[in-house]
């Protein structure tokens, strides 16, 4: 199956640091990568749609501001944490979906990163 | 609107005996149904999906799923458990008016005893 790498995979930062995440898919190329945001014992909260070449879609309640997505090319998407307080602190997993078409594709996730943000 | 449930928190099971994970839907129209396993600190691993065809789907780590229409239900099941099964599982259904969009369940903690 296609691949899909995250940097850093643990992170620990000071309050109102800034924290980017990349997030790549090695063996394809991804128009169309997500962000999702994992709480303990919690399943995964979609966060934002990341296009390549245009704006990010945002989910209801995801403040864009706070967290920066930039599709820079067809295989990395990065995910900026703005001025992280304790509150942000997650596990952040990317995913992508292969460019094939029809609405079966699973997506690929990456391995996720731990933020603690101190 | 869509969602998938997982009724069951925990599941615990003994090595070498089958094991099922509930998963029931919601979605108007015609589902397209996802497992997903995660294990500790790691993203989340495809294991099968169901589109259409063949109500009984094959997966990886020779798993697989039920769909029941009727019963709006995609239990995951295994014939024999392994100990290295052990992780969280979470349903998925993609929306039907969006390609990208996935519900995913609560996620189930399975355990297998040795």
């Given amino acids: 199956g296609a691949v899909v790498s995250q940097h850093p995979s643990r992170v620990i930062c000071k309050s109102g640091t800034s924290v980017k995440i990349e997030c790549r898919s090695l063996d394809f190329q ?89 | 609107a869509q969602s998938v449930a997982q009724p069951e928190d925990q599941v615990n099971v003994a090595e070498g005996n089958p094991l099922t994970v509930k998963c029931t839907y919601s979605v108007s129209g015609n589902p397209y149904l996802f497992w997903y396993v995660q294990y500790p600190n790691r993203g989340l691993q495809f294991l099968l999906k169901y589109i259409t065809g063949d109500n009984l789907v094959k997966g990886s780590y020779g798993f697989e799923a039920e769909f029941n229409k009727s019963q709006t239900s995609f239990h995951l099941k295994k014939p024999s458990a392994l100990v290295s099964d052990s992780a969280l599982y979470f349903c998925a259904v993609r929306a039907v008016y969006n390609f990208n969009k996935f519900y995913f369940g609560s996620g189930t903690k399975l355990n297998v005893k040795p």
């Fill in chain 1, 30 to 118: 991804a128009t169309t990568m997500f962000w999702y945001r994992q709480f303990p014992k919690q399943s995964l909260m979609l966060m934002a749609t990341s296009n390549e070449g245009s704006k990010a879609t945002y989910e209801q309640g995801v403040e864009k501001d706070k967290f920066l997505i930039n599709h820079a090319s067809l295989t990395l998407s990065t995910l900026t944490v703005t001025s992280a307080h304790p509150e942000d602190s997650s596990f952040y997993i990317c995913s992508a979906r292969t460019p094939t078409s029809g609405g079966g594709n699973e997506q690929f996730f990456g391995p996720g990163t731990r933020l603690t943000v101190l």
